[in-house]
């Protein structure tokens, strides 16, 4: 009998380990984690290195949580989409682990939990922020334009930018030049990063019905599209330091590490090999943000 209860609370224990994480899985933690670090990078540059830790704290707690119920909300409505496509058919819902009902329960819990930490932990502002985010990213570019329109990218930007102003208001409590410039730098750095991911995968894309830029118009459109994003973020960073925000060091850096993945996504237009472009472009572009990003908190203006 004892035997039979400890198999029975073992079989119990590995089970709830395994829904534990797909629930996990299910707010994208690799997305996630990029957010949030960018969130704190938003809140660095406002504190100016005079730091309130316990508002930092709800900070990254109430984004994070926002920002994961988004992303089970965006599972739950693509579940049947990621059948078709190789880098998502095993996630929990493709594969009937969980319950389509529940996962849509417990984005709308995370929802509420996020959004209540913002507002009344943090502050009003950074509550209605965090709230445009959600209502972008899960209504006007999960369930409208990323089935529709070629747009999705870029105008699902907005909400893939919010985390760093977040941040930076939560300390501000108003969106200034600092959180505009914060925001144009996310925002423009998301374009061309996806779409690298993307050319890759166009024949995924293809068969699941995403209208992506790469699948409508083209490898050679998507290239030409993706110079312009990458070419303003010099300008951008430029700005940062011009508005006092950041130092000469982050101006020095910010500036070489733009020219190196602007001269790289030019390259592309004659690039042979457009699967190897591509990957390289994608870790160039990942590798940019997180240089970008550490300079400019180490090198914030008191």
Known sequence: MYRRAVSVLCCITREARFVLKDLIALTKPRLLRLNVFAAIGGFWVASKWDFDWLKLLWVVIGSAVTIGAACVINNYW?????????????????????????????????????????????????????????????????????????????????????????????????VDMGAWLLFAFLFLWQPAHFWSLAIRRVEEYRTAGFPLLPVVKGIKRTKLQMIPYVVLLIPTCVLLYTYHYTGIVFLILSVIAGIVWAVHTLQGLKAENTEKWAKVNFLISVNYLMVVFIVMMANTVK
């Open 78 to 174: 693509d579940r049947e989409l990621d059948q078709k496509m190789e880098r998502t058919k095993d996630r929990a819902l493709p594969m009937g682990r969980l319950k389509p009902g529940f996962v849509l329960g417990y984005g709308i819990v995370l929802s509420i939990v996020g959004l209540t930490i913002l507002f009344a932990l943090v502050n009003p502002v950074t509550g209605w922020l965090g709230f445009l985010g959600w209502f972008v990213y899960i209504f006007v570019y999960t369930i409208w334009l990323k089935r529709t329109s070629t747009w999705s990218t870029s105008i699902g930007g907005i909400s893939g930018a919010m985390p760093p102003v977040l941040g930076y208001c939560a300390v501000t409590t108003e």
